[in-house]
């Protein structure tokens, strides 16, 4: 079974990271950009067929690795 996690910084926290790539879009001549987030997608392969045991398995490896809870949040989805 195929894992994605998607890891977003949370709304308020400062993205120096996006805001050198708005600033580097814009001066590549794309000014309608505003803004920009940045973030990190994870994807795992696990063994296993029992989703609802992966989806519990996942959200422990976010709370404990995969995502710093403080400040960032996660999505989790099963391909």
Request: overall charge negative; proline content about 1%.
């Amino acid at each position: 079974m195929k894992a994605i996690v998607h890891v977003h910084l949370k709304s308020g926290v400062l993205d120096p990271q996006g805001e050198a790539v708005a600033g580097a879009l814009r001066e590549l001549g794309f000014g309608a950009v505003k803004s920009a987030r940045v973030g990190k997608v994870i994807e795992l392969e696990l063994d296993g067929s029992d989703a609802k045991a992966a989806e519990a398995d996942l959200k422990q490896m976010c709370e404990k690795l995969l995502a710093n809870t403080v400040i960032e949040g996660y999505r989790v989805e099963i391909a």
